[in-house]
């Protein structure tokens, strides 16, 4: 990052009530930069249902509804929010089973690395970028499945399998290469898509559009059913305050004070 991308930028907590960040539905970034806002500051504890629940630094303790009543966005959309951050890397997710006060426990990752006070650590900038822009080839990611089994692959001497970039291809007509793993990894992300259908019609678009082909297929056909995921997640009614639980909201706890951008 260089020039006007580069360094930090104050942003105070407050901002989370304002009407303008609050007057229409949020967008994915607008989603993330919430969490960093709510996140803890430092540690405390709560209660909730009479349990004591400590709160580390760089926690959210919230329930997927209450995040669907404050992004209006329905609670699929922001299950399938939370689940692909966790695929990036970039927070942990703890669900309570509870029935009465259950709650969701968001971490974020790196959060002392990017909040605490002081000169960030080297190297930070760039990493900053990588989160921004994730790898889109799953074997280059450390903490995925094809990643650590092309780490164990490379430990004993094998040759690593083609990564899903080099072996998805368009052919001019069709999508090849797509292998069950594949199916599996984009089930995750889009749990409600017939996944069949959309690669045809993936493959369909291509045919008719040949300027937006992507050398990288297999990271177009991922946005393309996490696309096809959030369409019929908008054609949901959105989730109504009836029976929603109420929880001892952990972040209006929280002392008004800046988080580092």
Known sequence: MSGGDGGWLKLHRRMREHPLWLGERFTRGQAWVDLLLAAAHAEHTV?????????????????????????QWDRETVR???????ALGMTTIETSKSTDTGFTRVTLLNFEAYQGNGTPPPGIESRIETSIDPPSDPASMPHSEE??????????????????????????????GVL??????????????????????AA???????????????????NWVTRAQDDLARRRPPAGTGGARRINDAWKSQPAGDVKL
């Open 47 to 71: 209660i909730i249902g009479g349990r004591l629940i400590t709160i580390h630094r760089g926690e959210v303790l919230t329930s997927q509804v209450r995040l669907a009543q404050r992004w």
């Open 80 to 86: 399938h929010f939370l689940v692909q951050l966790g």
């Open 147 to 176: 990643g650590r089994r092309s780490s164990r692959m490379k430990r004993r001497g094998e040759a690593s399998p083609p990564s899903p970039r080099a072996r998805i291809r368009f052919d001019g007509a069709s999508i090849t």
């Open 180 to 201: 069950p793993e594949d199916l599996e990894r984009w089930r995750k992300l889009a749990p409600a898509v017939d996944l069949d259908r959309e690669i045809e019609k």
């Open 204 to 222: 369909l678009y291509l045919t008719n559009h040949p300027e937006r082909r992507r050398s990288n297929v297999a990271q177009f056909l991922a």
